[in-house]
């Protein structure tokens, strides 16, 4: 399986800004995906982040609130926008890699907004 | 859209024992169920998975069953642990797609030494 990082680990937050999430995958993976693990909660999946196409996003969730970047085969970002205590949350990322329906997830950051 | 029930919430069992967590889903074209296992402040972990051309799949002392027709699938655990002790979710891929996931809700198992 690929090893997966994220940064920040974890972040505190003012009301208002934004926090962008960085995922980094030691080798090439077609499909990447973000994720919000609210505490206590199961894992719900934001969008999935296509190398040279636009993100797909899932229902409830909008691209002006949660932006996305696929530059290359190895790294995404999420931005969480205007940021609200309802965004305190783990966010995850996964990918894909060889088999393309076995994901496995980085290890999270976990956002507090004050 | 795909909808996935887990059951039971929260299972507690004595060192040694079986455990067994059950999954039902809703869209007859999902063809991958994996399950995920997530100790407390860890990232989920991938524990074992099945696609619907099989009804049973085994890794030492997980197994995981599958009944399309009925559209359930269940992970049992045998001869459990202390360190079996975690939250472990179901998930499905909607419209057979390749890397979606729908999870359940989780159960939080507890193995009593």
């Known amino acids: 399986s690929a090893v997966i990082s994220q940064k920040p680990s974890r972040d505190i937050c003012q009301r208002g800004t934004s926090l962008t999430i960085q995922c980094q995958v030691d080798?090439?993976?077609?499909?990447m995906f973000w994720y919000r693990q609210q505490p206590g909660q199961s894992l719900t999946l934001i969008a999935t982040a296509n190398q040279g196409s636009e993100a797909t996003y899932e229902s409830g969730f909008v691209i002006d609130k949660f932006p996305i970047s696929r530059p290359n085969l190895t790294f995404s970002t999420l931005t969480v926008s205007n940021l609200s205590p309802e965004d305190s949350s783990i966010y995850l990322c996964s990918s894909s890699t060889g088999n393309v329906y076995e994901q496995y997830f980085g290890p999270g950051t976990r956002l507090t907004v004050t | 859209g795909e909808n996935v029930e887990q059951h039971p919430s929260t299972l507690s069992v004595q060192e040694g024992d079986s455990a067994v967590i059950k999954c039902t889903y809703s869209d007859s074209a999902s063809n991958y169920f994996p399950w995920y296992k997530q100790e407390l402040g860890k990232r989920p972990q991938l524990i074992i998975d099945?696609?619907?051309?099989?009804g049973e799949k085994k890794d030492q002392r997980i197994a995981v069953t599958l009944n399309k027709t009925a559209k359930h699938f269940s992970l049992h655990i045998t001869e459990t642990q202390p360190e079996d002790s975690a939250v472990y979710f179901c998930?499905?891929?909607?419209?057979?797609?390749?890397?979606?996931?729908?999870f359940g809700k989780g159960t939080k198992l507890s193995v009593k030494p």
């Open positions: 080798s090439q993976v077609t499909m």
């Open positions: 998930a499905a891929n909607p419209r057979g797609s390749q890397g979606n996931l729908i």
């Open positions: 099945i696609r619907s051309n099989v």
